[in-house]
């Protein structure tokens, strides 16, 4: 299957600060990208999908003007989490589809913490 | 995307199968059955997915009920490292994957 990394891995900002996770996607050219969220022994909640060369679709209730996503290239899609709150503490997770229908290749994850 | 009802956890003896089961009863014809699990803190990992013929690869078997209604995953000889949650999915192909709360599955040595 295809192999997805994060970065970071981990962050901690300050509250009112701007996080960038950039997902790439290494050994295959994703038009489609997707970012999740993991709240604490949730589950994931799928927040935007990301297509490359427009603009995202954002699921309902997750504000686009505050988690900024580009996908400007067929490797790479980033998550700008602006003015970061405790609240915005998760775990945020990208995937990229894979050739067959419904199967999709995650991240390995970035713990954002908000202090 | 049709709903699905897992067990939230279930335990398995080390090198015995593990049979996690999946009702979807109101699946309809053109949405396949997906499992995804996820290890701690760990992004989800694909295992397989499957229409309505059952199918087996390395990682696992899938079991789909003739009327689809349901399905199992079989875990064939479970290791401490398959602890993790497992996610029954049904999806229609929008690749959009709505993960439920899944089966947490605890392999005892």
């Known amino acids: 299957g295809a192999v997805v990394s994060q970065h970071p891995s981990w962050v901690i900002c300050k509250s009112g600060t701007s996080v960038k996770i950039e997902c790439r996607s290494l050994?295959?050219?994703?038009?489609?990208m997707f970012w999740y969220r993991q709240f604490p022994k949730q589950s994931l909640m799928l927040m935007a999908t990301?297509?490359?060369?427009?603009?995202?679709?954002?699921e309902q209730g997750v504000e686009k003007d505050k988690f900024l996503i580009n996908h400007a290239s067929l490797t790479l899609s980033t998550l700008t989490v602006t003015s970061a709150h405790p609240e915005d503490s998760s775990f945020y997770i990208c995937s990229e589809s894979g050739r067959r229908t419904g199967e999709q290749f995650f991240g390995p994850g970035t713990r954002l913490t908000v202090l | 995307d049709a709903k699905t009802t897992q067990p939230p956890s279930m335990d398995c003896a080390e090198g015995r199968a593990a049979n996690l089961p999946c009702n979807h009863s109101t699946i309809s014809g053109n949405e396949y059955v997906y499992w995804y699990r996820q290890i701690h803190s760990q992004g989800p990992q694909y295992i397989i997915h499957g229409l309505k013929n059952n199918e087996t690869n390395e990682m696992a078997s899938l079991i789909i009920t003739e009327d689809r209604k349901s399905s199992t995953l079989i875990l064939p000889h479970a290791t401490l490292r398959d602890t993790a949650v497992y996610y029954c999915i049904a999806e229609t192909g929008a690749n959009n994957l709505f993960f439920g709360t899944g089966t947490r599955l605890t392999v005892i040595p």
């Open positions: 990301s297509n490359e060369g427009s603009k995202a679709t954002y």
């Open positions: 050994d295959f050219q994703a038009t489609t």
